[in-house]
Every structure is written in C-alpha cells, then in structure tokens.
C-alpha cells in the first residue's frame, strides 16, 4: 500500500469455523476494507479475506482529497518554465508605521529586480517574513505580486505550512490568486515521519507546479534523498531549493533533478561546478546585477571572492535581520521591523557602509546615500 505501510488481514464468512481462523463480525465500512476470496470453510460458506487498508489510503478514502481545481486558463507557469529560472530572489516585505504592507516599497524593489534581469520571486518566504503574517494578508501580497508584476517575473508564493490543511489550502488560494508557482516546506516543529512528510507533500503536489524547500537549520528535520527521489517523478515537481551543500547538489542534478541552491555563499560553485539551475537568493535583493552576472555569464571567481563580505554581512544573525537592516540603510524602505526581529547594531551597520564603499554603490539598488541610521531611527513593532 502507499508509502510502504503494511495492510492486515482480517478472515471472516458465515458462521463456520474455517482452517484460516474463526469467524468475525466486522462492522467496519467497506471504503476502508478491500476484500478478496480466498475458498471455502467446511460447512460450505465462502471465506473471504478483508485487507485493512494503510491509515494513509484510509485517510484518502475518507476525505475526498482531491484538490480544488479549474480547468481554465491560469497565470501559473508550466512546470518546465519554473525548471528555467536561474537567478530567484525571496524578496524583502516592508511595512509603515502602523505595521501594514507599505506596497509602495515593495512595488519599487521587485520593479528594481526586474530591472536587474530577475527572472523569479518568492513571496512571502522567510526573508519576506511570511511566518509573521496571517493567511488573509500572505495570500493578499501574493495576489498583488502576481496581477501587478506576473506578466514579467514568476511570482512563486510560499505557501508551506506545518499543518497539511493549511498548507493545502493556502496553496488553492495562492493558485486562484495568481501564482506561477509554490513553495513548500517539510513540517517543522510538530515534526512527523518520512511516510508523513511523503503524504504532505503528495496532498500539495497535485494542486500545481512546486519547488520544494529543504533548510533543516530552520525546520529540525532534512528532507532526505530517499524521499526527494520519490516525489520527484509527479508532474508537478519543478525542484528543489537546498540548503544541505553541494555534495547533496550534485548527487539530485546527477540524477536530472533541478536544484536551486539554497546558500548564496555556495552559488557559484552549486551553479558551475555541481550541476545547479541557480539560486534562490537574500543577497540579490541588494546586489540583483551583479548576482546575475555571476550566476549566468560563466565561473567568475573574482567577482564570487568580492560578494564573500557582503554574503556574510547579511547572514551574521538569522536572516531576515541584515537584509532589513541594510535595505534601511539604503534608504528603499522604512526602517520598521516586526519583532522578534531588531536592527543590527551601530557598528554592524558601519561595516555595511564600508562594504557598500567597496563594492561600488553602483551596484546596488537604489540612488541615495547609504547611511548609518541611529539606534532611534529604527521602530519596532510587537502589534501588527
């Protein structure tokens, strides 16, 4: 049965005593049961066999699973246009003082991403802090990204959710909203079995094209080889973005599955010595320009040496915070966080300047003056 789970045979018929067992009265329903006939007892009656059916397929029988679906025209992306994207950046959100989406700002730097030769953003990921929104305003922001920029760049939602119900769900809205693609998680946290993952992953798969996301620093849990090598014939499967390094890289493209790596530290080499489409990246929120260049225009090892700093700048506290705390300093959003988020201090944001002054600020988004930003500068918010 599905996922390897192993099904019980249960013998009953008639009122006879058979070789096979005793008689039994079962009342369970016959949508959880296949039977199959195996003879007859002494007395003549029929012996049957009842297979108890894996609680996976018990649960599909029991819940009508299939997905929410149309057969019309969609804005989402066939699944070998999500395979060609090579440079994918998980986009900042910025906020206003209240705490709402200050879609002003968001607008300007997907527009500056697309600008830089961005083919793909992921919306509402961990650096756009989805995990610190409700569904209604998530799916409200991949709606947008989708009618107001779908038509340029693939607009991949994240949609992923420890919980399959929600995770199913969001997924359908984030579809019916617009999205050329989505991005799912293993289930973190209230962490369940290999069988588990490969049944979450299957109720989300059917609905459309997916990039799996791999990161167990965040999720507790890795989605292991033997799991992606399943899911990775269904029709829906676009790849995967991987966190666990190159060696693991290889070992998926080797076997023709699309991998964007999942580290910017690592993309160069994932993407020209290991077999990788791209990246999914935080760095080209900043630098859009020249990671396309290095992710398309051959091995530049150079230009990968020049962009360590700024890489590793951005990732000396979890991410988001960097990436937030630059784009302030850039002067392209407010400079709000949600908490449990905070800036990072003074002479961390010195250190950017400097980095900025070394890299050229040409070459990054926006036209004003990179700043230090005071301590009070920033707000903080714990309501939103």
Request: aromatic fraction near 8%.
């Amino acid at each position: 049965m599905a996922f390897g789970v192993p099904t019980k045979e249960l013998v009953y018929g008639g009122s006879c005593k058979a070789a096979a067992g005793s008689s039994t009265s079962l009342g369970a329903s016959s949508s959880l049961f296949g039977t199959r006939k195996i003879g007859n007892g002494s007395c003549g009656h029929e012996i049957n066999v009842k297979r108890r059916r894996s609680p996976v397929a018990r649960a599909e029988l029991m819940q009508a699973s299939r997905p929410i679906s149309s057969f019309e025209y969609r804005t989402s992306a066939p699944v070998e246009d999500v395979k060609k994207l090579t440079l994918i950046t998980a986009i900042k959100t910025p906020y206003l003082e209240d705490g709402r989406f200050d879609l002003t700002a968001f607008d300007e730097l997907t527009n500056l991403q697309i600008q830089n030769g961005v083919e793909g953003l992921i919306v509402g990921g961990t650096t756009g802090e989805g995990h610190l929104m409700n569904w209604e305003d998530h799916i409200m922001l991949i709606g947008h990204a989708a009618n107001c920029f779908g038509n340029k760049i693939k607009v991949i939602g994240n949609v992923g959710s420890n919980s399959t119900g929600e995770a199913v769900k969001a997924t359908e809205q984030g579809f019916a909203v617009g999205m050329a693609a989505a991005l799912h998680i293993n289930p973190y946290y209230g962490k369940t079995s290999s069988a588990g993952v490969l049944a979450h992953f299957d109720s989300v798969l059917d609905i459309g094209p997916t990039v799996i996301y791999n990161v167990p620093g965040r999720t507790g849990q890795d989605i292991s080889p033997a799991i992606i090598e399943q899911i990775a014939g269904h029709h829906n499967f676009a790849g995967v973005k991987e966190c666990m390094g190159n060696e693991r890289v290889e070992a998926y493209t080797k076997q023709g599955i699309t991998i964007w790596s999942g580290n910017d530290d690592e993309c160069h080499d994932a993407r020209w010595d290991y077999g990788a489409k791209g990246v999914i990246s935080v760095t080209s929120n900043l630098v859009p320009g020249l990671m396309r260049q290095l992710l398309t225009e051959g091995r530049d090892p150079k230009l990968n040496a020049k962009l360590q700093p700024l890489i590793n700048w951005l990732f000396m506290e979890p991410n988001p915070i960097g990436l937030n705390t630059a784009l302030s300093q850039l002067g392209l959003i407010q400079p709000i966080f949600r908490l449990p988020y905070v800036p990072l201090g003074i002479e961390k944001r010195r250190q950017f300047v400097q980095i900025v002054e070394d890299i050229g600020r040409q070459h990054f988004v926006g036209d004003k003056v990179v700043q230090v930003l005071e301590d009070d500068d920033f707000l903080l918010l714990h309501r939103y």
